[in-house]
């Protein structure tokens, strides 16, 4: 799709009033406008991203959401999504829990294999966000690519390749023509 009014016009039909919605970190859903419209919509919101209220207790609820939103470090041309958590929050929602995963990513995350997403995360979408969260000590900022470091502040603990979904309408994946996010 060519536009976040696209992308919103779209999630306004597929997510019913009053849903029961979450979502984790993600440059991404803020840069669209994701999460201040899930948080002004008439929906039951759980932001569970680093700097939400009782994020801890938000993060639990969302196990139990209608509708998890996220992005991803990267999408294979074989439809493989890529997704990497500090916290693990946001693995763990992707792997079992809410009813339904809505996954929104630009175009420019499309990488022809797992090698390359590895190599994307590593190498561009580790240090910008490092640099946002103003992690400045961490390796991957100061060096400019992933030292697997294992320092306390590390971003990139949990990894997951979602390369099936069992459950055929549980997953949407959205890709947009637009340069945000990692």
Same mark, same amino acid.
């Given at each position: 799709?060519?536009?976040?009014?696209?992308?919103?016009?779209? +999630?306004?039909?597929?997510?019913?009033?009053? =849903?029961?919605?979450?979502?984790?970190? $993600?440059?991404?859903?803020?840069?669209?406008?994701?999460?201040?419209?899930?948080?002004?919509?008439?929906?039951?919101? =759980?932001?569970?991203?680093?700097?939400?209220?009782?994020?801890?207790?938000?993060? +639990?609820?969302?196990? *139990?959401?209608?509708?998890?939103?996220? $992005?991803?470090?990267?999408?294979?041309?074989?439809?493989e999504?890529?997704?990497?958590?500090?916290?693990?929050? *946001?693995?763990?929602?992707?792997s079992y829990?809410?009813?339904?995963?809505?996954?929104?990513? $630009?175009?420019?995350?499309?990488?022809?294999?797992?090698?390359?997403? *590895?190599?994307? +995360?590593?190498?561009?979408?580790?240090?910008?966000c490092?640099?946002?969260?103003?992690k400045?000590?961490?390796?991957?900022?100061?060096?400019?690519?992933c030292?697997?470091?294992?320092?306390?502040? *590390?971003?990139?603990?949990?990894? +997951?390749?979602?390369?099936?979904?069992r459950?055929?309408?549980?997953?949407?994946?959205?890709?947009?023509?637009?340069?945000?996010?990692?």
């Open positions: 799709m060519d536009s976040r009014e696209e992308l919103l016009s779209i +999630l306004s039909r597929q997510i019913p009033k009053k =849903s029961w919605v979450a979502s984790g970190s $993600s440059q991404t859903l803020e840069q669209l406008g994701i999460k201040t419209w899930l948080d002004q919509e008439n929906f039951y919101y =759980s932001d569970c991203g680093d700097g939400a209220a009782d994020r801890r207790q938000n993060i +639990l609820n969302s196990f *139990r959401s209608d509708y998890y939103l996220s $992005s991803v470090a990267a999408v294979t041309e074989q439809g999504l890529f997704l990497v958590d500090g916290t693990g929050n *946001r693995t763990a929602a992707f829990g809410p009813r339904r995963v809505i996954v929104i990513a $630009s175009v420019k995350k499309i990488v022809p294999n797992m090698t390359e997403a *590895r190599r994307r +995360l590593k190498t561009i979408a580790a240090p910008l490092a640099a946002r969260r103003k400045y000590e961490l390796p991957c900022y100061k060096k400019g690519f030292m697997d470091c294992h320092l306390e502040r *590390r971003m990139c603990c949990y990894y +997951l390749t979602v390369g099936y979904v459950e055929k309408e549980r997953f949407s994946v959205y890709l947009i023509n637009e340069d945000v996010g990692f």
